[in-house]
């Protein structure tokens, strides 16, 4: 079946500086997947940061960035100054045949920016 | 703008009680969802409805009902509540279409003791 998988459980970044997100995913579908990344800032549901549907598309929103790669099933996150304000916890998601509509999520990344 | 509220907040159960979480949307969406999220792993899909009086089991459906009496309303049933559902539940909606962005509610954090 389809997985999407985050390596870091924990970032911790100094405010200014950049930050990368790892996603990787796996599908068995001979189609290419649709590739999101979620945020859930304390208290909060979880919210649609940016996606792509297209392999080798770049997603961009709120200064992050990622780009769809179907060659290292990669779709990693990217920010090139972090704001404080970004502290939350970051899901990549993944929808694929037979219903796009049902999603799977990585264990998620929590950021913490300090200042 | 989009809403979707879940009740409880928050819930203390005990083993072999009943359980049961509500959720409701305001988006006119025709998808709603549950996850479970338990620590260190992802959102995974317990239900999910297309339609009001229609479910659809996700990836771990066993041990949880679900119920869509409308199209606005979606709840999570435990029957019989154990210890290893403890976690926090999510409720979505998205609108039909495969990139439709799922709208979240702020979860609810159940204990089974």
């Known amino acids: 079946g389809d997985s999407v998988t985050q390596t870091e459980g924990q970032v911790t970044v100094s405010e200014s500086k950049s930050l990368i997100i790892n996603c990787t995913y796996s599908?068995?579908?001979?189609?290419?997947?649709?590739l999101f990344w979620y945020v859930r800032y304390p208290g909060e549901g979880l919210q649609l940061l940016l996606k792509v549907i297209t392999a080798g598309q770049k997603g961009s929103s709120r200064g992050f960035e990622a780009t769809y790669n179907k060659e290292t099933t990669s779709f990693h996150l990217q920010k090139a100054s972090v704001q404080e304000s970004d502290s939350a916890v970051y899901y990549c998601a993944l929808g694929d045949l037979p219903n796009y509509n049902v999603l799977y999520f990585g264990s998620g990344t929590k950021l913490t920016v300090e200042p | 703008e989009a809403a979707v509220t879940q009740s409880p907040r928050s819930k203390v159960a005990v083993t072999g009680g009943k359980v049961t979480l509500s959720c409701h949307q305001t988006n006119n969406h025709d998808y709603m969802y549950w996850y479970r999220q338990d620590t260190g792993h992802g959102l995974r899909l317990i239900h999910y409805s297309y339609v009001a009086d229609s479910t659809e089991k996700g990836d771990i459906p066993d041990g949880y009902k679900a119920s869509r009496p409308s199209q606005e309303n979606f709840s999570l049933i435990l029957e019989l509540a154990s210890l290893s559902q403890t976690a926090v539940y999510f409720c979505a909606s998205s609108s039909l279409g495969g990139y439709a962005e799922q709208f979240f509610g702020p979860g609810t954090r159940l204990t089974v003791l």
């Open positions: 599908t068995t579908s001979i189609a290419y997947p649709n």
